[in-house]
């Protein structure tokens, strides 16, 4: 479930999360006491997802409840 964000994000990917981060679609964010990060990404048409994302040192895993279900770009907005 891990992967690395630069080589394993697809770049539209991570394009369309930046694109949401810059949109203000990044709902909350909130630590968690076993490091991971649990979060919500609206996608602007009234919906939101939840993700539950773990952070290593230049890795990523993370869940999302969106259809697409892991590292997808509500993931990649949370980590930009
Ligand atoms: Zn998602």
Do not use: W
């Not at 290593?56 to 892991?70: F, N, T, W």
């Amino acid at each position: 479930m891990y992967i690395r964000l630069s080589e394993h994000f697809a770049t539209p990917t991570l394009q369309r999360g930046r694109d949401y981060a810059n949109r203000g679609l990044v709902v909350d964010l909130e630590p968690l006491e076993d490091g991971t990060l649990r979060g919500r990404v609206s996608n602007g048409r009234g919906k939101t997802y939840r993700q539950q994302i773990t952070l290593g040192r230049d890795l990523i895993g993370g869940i999302c409840s969106c259809p697409v279900g892991h590292n997808c770009k509500h993931v990649a907005a949370r980590s930009c």
